[in-house]
């Protein structure tokens, strides 16, 4: 019996934010929607043959913002996966939604269908950050929305917050987290705003001022510090958490486990070979409803040193870290004396100024 | 064979951009030597460099039938000659070989440095001097004053020269009944013992080295055994022939007055270098030429391949460059911080410049060059007298008793309203002012003894910026001279990095060092340590700048399990390190070491 995780991927947003560059699309088109959330259950019956013995762990419906599907929708795709999937018992389920899509009577109807956990978008708690970043919601709306789903039955709630945003102080970035702190989430995840091309943000160029280095550098190291004494340790470069509570689905991704993915741009590890699906709804629904599989965009099958450079690549963003080899220990010979990684037991890891420029060290311990 | 009355060698000298390559073309065509179809632009600058730059690198000689207006028939030698300062020596050889020379200026700019330099050089090996006033087509053209300035100036009759526009092919015909009429026929004596100059020579893969000759005595034919009487080697003669439009053609000898090609199974350059006298074996002649010089380099860098593993390539790239160009000097240098390489002497900074190109374009190397340098006198304190072409060379200061620089004599000629400036640029580059004259009311002509060490850098470049391009330089090697030099050494982190040391006056010493940490903190990229970069002389240290330590360089969003937009990233992030240059525990970017070579004070 095999273990392996699904990601399916939610294409739908109320509005892009302006440094998002996932696939979705804006708006409220429930006819595409539905029609979408059928291909997904064509697909699943398709492939749900070909998973053998495998058994699903963990289930991470992302987006988009998946929670702003309807109730029935939402229903359809739920049957779908637990009639053409094994779940286990124990299985993680994620959903994730944003402040102002769903109210706590859509929340039970979730928790109902065995959604477990939910990801909710926060980013700031600063109003005029908020706005900047083209949020539609207020940091009351979010703590509402947090509310709802607490009294809904969610025992398991993760918040995204992020940082290095343009008009973002320290002090703001700190005050946000305190805030949410208080508001006692299980899982907390922190990203840095990195400007893609395609973009918003993107596009404004040298327009766009964001903090300067230090200044990014010690909003990681204060917000890791006071996440730390607030009992939410960092188990992945930007994932906090409650013992316990670090996300199952997320770990599979850098420990390397499979995970099928469905949807549109959505990625898939399985039996050794990476592929994902084309960024374009149409051609993934068109194909699912004249009965064919829809065309795959990359299909690589992993070499033994490819292997070797992700399990580094992957495994250091853990806080546990790899485990060490004698080439690897000459290779990190002075990030260990410099400090910027750490020994911990037989594996080594990054600290905290080493994740702050782990691109620079992983480029120079890919073979 | 010509009778000696009916042959004319000549050269055609000439400021760059005169016109000088397009009036050789146009004496091609005029005399049916090439016909128009077969005109290839400019046929006598055959290398793209060449073109490109506009110059003549090296000397070629063609032959021209000339059937003059009197019936008579007439056999031209056009020996065209390299037009910059750097290959002053080769000038004066391709000079020697000739009876005449037509002086080419522009009529728009008049007379200019080297049109002068290359004038009197002229007048120093006898020539007749032909004025051709050219671009007369140009709406600024002033032919008169062209004229005026050629009898002021020169001091040679004008009246009447050909004023032409080779562009537009007019009068033409004027200068080739000039050369028939003005120059002098060679004289010499057929039947005296052979006494023939070498003016040029390349090394051509299955004829061995095809050497260049004037016949100044004597007559020359295959089979012959040759010998050189400075290098004193001797060969025996293969071909013998004259150099036409479209390559060599055989004859069955030279013979006094002529100019042509032998081949003789010659291996390297080396063996026939411009100016040596070919006399025969068996039959010599007394004395060689007047006025043979081995060609010395002046300017001397380290030249390393960008990609340490290619230094064979590099190598090989050396030696077929140095097959044509016996200039060329080279051998292996180690530096800690760039690896194994060449230390290349040069002429020049024009010859520099061009070999270090075509390394890079003719067998496709990137390479990293030090900055160059100069030959310096060294008086050790224990009397011993030595020379240094390479700063990491250099003695400690309590070892040296007195150093001395290589001095120029540089002649400026310039637009009356940049005199000011660029008398400034000539004292900040330690230069003494010896004296100035007014050409006419609109240019001035200015002599300066500099040492070479403050012009091998930028300084053509800041006269070009200092007179928006009017003015123009040509100069000589006087002597060596006294002078208070220091070494200046540069570290990272700590560590003295070999191949940026360099040699400079003590006066400038603080303001160099500045520039350069600050030119290097430009161009180091960051990285994970802070980097200090110090410039010191001896152990002191005299200017000092940081490249902070780089803080941030992460991507750790989670994309959904997208793991190759990371893999794609981290793999360019790759490629860039690997262009970098490892210097102790400093990585440089290749770029760093032109910044430093490429040092403007103007800006």
């Known amino acids: 019996m095999k273990r392996i995780g699904l990601y399916i991927h939610i294409p739908f947003c109320l509005q892009k934010c302006a440094y998002c560059d996932f696939y979705s699309i804006p708006g409220r088109d429930e006819a595409l929607q539905k029609r979408y959330i059928n291909a997904l259950t064509l697909h699943m019956k398709t492939l749900s043959a070909t998973m053998g013995d495998r058994v699903f762990d963990t289930v991470y419906i992302g987006g988009g913002t998946p929670g702003l599907l309807s109730v029935e929708m939402l229903t359809t795709l739920m049957n779908g996966i637990k009639d053409n999937f094994k779940l286990t018992e124990d299985a993680e389920i994620t959903l994730e939604t944003n402040p102002a899509v769903a109210d706590e009577a859509k929340f039970r109807v979730m928790r109902g269908l065995g959604i477990n956990r939910l990801s909710m978008g926060m980013q700031s708690s600063e109003q005029a950050v908020l706005k900047t970043l083209g949020r539609l919601h207020t940091f009351h709306q979010f703590a509402e929305t947090f509310g709802e789903a607490r009294r809904a039955g969610f025992d398991n709630l993760s918040a995204d917050v992020m940082y290095a945003l343009p008009r973002q102080t320290l002090k703001g970035l700190l005050e946000t987290l305190r805030l949410l702190i208080a508001l006692s989430p299980e899982h907390i995840s922190m990203y840095g705003l990195k400007v893609e091309e395609n973009t918003p943000f993107g596009r404004m160029g040298e327009r766009l001022t964001l903090p300067d280095e230090d200044t990014q550098c010690e909003m990681y190291e204060r917000a890791y510090e006071l996440l730390e004494e607030s009992g939410y340790h960092r188990y992945e470069i930007s994932n906090f958490a409650r013992s316990g509570y670090e996300s199952r689905h997320n770990l599979r991704y850098w420990r390397r486990e499979e995970y099928l993915g469905l949807g549109p741009a959505s990625h898939s590890f399985v039996d050794g070979v990476r592929y994902s699906y084309p960024r374009s709804i149409e051609d993934y629904i068109t194909a699912l409803e004249q009965g064919r599989l829809p065309e795959v965009d990359s299909h690589v099958t992993l070499t033994p040193a490819e292997a070797k450079d992700e399990e580094i690549m992957l495994g250091l963003r853990l806080s546990d870290g790899i485990v060490i080899n004698d080439d690897l220990i000459e290779k990190c010979k002075n990030y260990l004396r410099y400090g910027f990684m750490e020994r911990k037991g037989n594996r080594i890891a990054f600290t905290t100024k080493g994740f702050l420029v782990s691109n620079t060290i992983l480029a120079d311990l890919l073979e | 064979m010509t009778n000696q009355k009916n042959i004319r060698n000549f050269s055609i000298i000439a400021h760059i951009d005169h016109g000088k390559s397009t009036l050789a073309d146009r004496l091609l065509e005029k005399t049916q030597t090439v016909s128009k179809r077969e005109m290839e632009e400019q046929l006598l600058d055959n290398m793209d460099l060449e073109r490109e730059r506009g110059i003549t690198i090296k000397a070629r000689a063609v032959k021209l039938d000339y059937a003059a207006p009197d019936g008579e028939q007439y056999t031209l030698n056009l020996i065209d000659t390299p037009g910059h300062v750097d290959f002053g020596y080769e000038v004066s050889r391709s000079l020697n070989a000739c009876e005449g020379a037509l002086l080419v200026i522009d009529a728009s700019q008049g007379i200019e440095a080297q049109t002068l330099a290359n004038a009197y ?200 460059l140095q097959l044509n160009d016996a200039s060329l000097s080279f051998e292996p240098e180690t530096s800690a911080a760039l690896g194994f390489g060449f230390r290349c002497g040069f002429l020049g900074l024009l010859h520099m410049e061009i070999i270090q190109e075509r390394i890079e374009r003719e067998f496709n190397l990137d390479i990293i060059t030090t900055a160059p340098s100069v030959i310096y006198k060294i008086t050790r304190r224990d009397g011993e007298v030595v020379y240094i072409d390479n700063p990491t060379g250099y003695p400690s200061p309590d070892e040296i008793e007195e150093a001395a620089e290589p001095m120029i004599h540089a002649n400026i000629i310039t637009p009356v309203e940049f005199v000011g400036g660029i008398m400034d640029l000539c004292q900040d580059r330690r230069g003494v002012f010896m004296d100035m004259k007014y050409l006419d009311t609109t240019r001035t002509e200015l002599h300066y003894e500099m040492p070479l060490n403050e012009i091998i850098y930028d300084f053509f470049d800041a006269l070009k910026s200092r007179s928006k391009g009017y003015a123009s330089l040509d100069y000589e090697f006087s002597e060596y001279k006294r002078s208070k030099l220091v070494k200046l050494d540069i570290l990272l982190n700590g560590d003295i990095v070999d191949a940026l040391s360099f040699i400079v006056h003590e006066e400038k010493a603080y303001g160099r060092a500045r520039k350069i940490c600050e030119k290097l903190k430009e161009n180091i990229p960051r990285q994970l340590f802070e980097v200090p970069i110090q410039a010191a ?55 760093a070491f032109m910044a430093v070579l490429k040092m403007d004070d103007d800006d």
């Open chain 2, 537 to 591: 002389i001896g152990g002191k240290i005299i200017a000092r700048e940081t490249v902070k330590a780089m803080r941030k360089d992460v991507l750790a969003k989670c994309y959904g399990g997208d793991i190759t937009r990371k893999k794609k990233l981290l793999e360019k992030q790759k490629e860039g390190k690997k262009k970098m240059r490892q210097l102790g525990s400093v990585q440089v970017t290749p770029e």
């Open chain 2, 121 to 320: 050089l002229a007048v120093d090996s006898n020539l007749e001097i032909v004025p051709v006033i050219n671009k007369i087509d140009l709406p600024s053209a002033d032919v008169e004053r062209c004229r005026r300035e050629v009898e002021d100036i020169i001091g040679i009759p004008a009246e009447g020269c050909p004023a032409v526009s080779a562009k537009a092919g007019l009068n033409i015909e004027d200068v080739l009944e000039a050369v028939v009429r003005d120059i002098p026929a060679p004289t010499g004596d057929p039947d005296a013992p052979l006494k023939a100059l070498i003016f040029d020579s390349y090394y051509d893969p299955y004829l061995g080295v095809v050497v260049y000759i004037r016949v100044m005595d004597g007559t020359l034919s295959a089979g012959q055994r040759i010998r050189m009487m400075h290098a004193g080697s001797e060969f025996d003669v293969v071909e013998v022939g004259t150099l036409t439009a479209f390559g060599l053609h055989k004859e069955d000898s030279l013979s006094a007055g002529e100019v042509g090609y032998i081949t003789a199974s010659i291996k390297t350059v080396a063996d026939t270098q411009v100016g040596d006298t070919v006399t025969l074996a068996d039959n010599p002649t007394d004395e060689p030429l007047p006025g043979f010089k081995k060609a010395l380099p002046m300017v001397f860098s380290g030249v390393y391949p960008a990609d340490g593993s290619r230094y064979s390539d590099l190598r090989d790239a050396l030696e077929k």
